[in-house]
């Protein structure tokens, strides 16, 4: 490696370091387009160039966690959401393509107009946050039980200078409104009995308070559906990120808990049932 001096001949000894560990060879391209917040083209037009020593060192550091199935979003820090860049840590999850049409169709269904908008389990923030960006009339909470990623969910506010309310609590607990226009969430949704066909970098690296839950996964869709009886408004939505096996017994749970409401299940781009929508 210390001889290697150019991007190309290190990207390619990055991806077969990483092939031979049984790893995608991409992560070594993303790795360094990262690091210089570079596009493919910047990394075309500096593959001849000598990468610095300091460079070569800290990839080959990286690599060295990625093959131990450490997440590279953490090694950098941050991840693109929604066309923004959010800065996350251990103590948040790594937002995923799923969340993003959660936000969109949440988006798409309403219009700028005054509302209150609660994010339950906000993590990092990158739904309450991508919410305020694109709806700048929505007055937005964001709720969490991690102290550590309320953290980071304030830095970001402050970064992308969208000003918002974090609570520190459980799903609606700390909200005094009771007249939510909009709850949205993704919350814990793993059953325990899922721990052995998880990803491993998942399983290992991300906080369990944002993964598992009781009831088959379904302990915190009940919880927020209980409190969400009392402080939705009439004309109210719910907008929640299911797991692909969940869709009926959320479905079922919140016709029960909202009959006279309608209960949608959306399935998302890959055909998987993925969006419960209450209306």
Known sequence: MDKLVTYFEVLKWASSFLENNGKESYIAEYLILEYH?????????NLKAEMPVSEKHRLKKDLEKVVTNYPPQYLIGSCEFY?????????????RPETEELVDLCLRENTNKPQIVVDIGTGSGVIALSL????????????DLSLDALEIAKKNAVKLEEEIHFFYGSTLEPIDEEQIDIIISNPPYI???EWDVMDESVRNFEPKLALFADNDGLAIYEKIAKE???????????????????GDAIQQMYQHYFPNKKVRLVKDIAGQDRIIIVS
């Open 37 to 45: 917040e570079w596009c493919k083209t910047d990394l075309l037009l």
């Open 83 to 95: 066309g923004e860049r959010f800065l996350v840590s251990e103590a948040t999850l790594i937002p």
């Open 132 to 143: 305020k960006k694109h709806r700048q009339n929505w007055q937005v909470r964001a709720v």
């Open 191 to 193: 059953s325990d009995k």
């Open 228 to 246: 969400a009886v009392f402080k939705l408004s009439k004309t109210g939505k719910i907008y929640l990120e299911i797991g692909y096996k969940q």
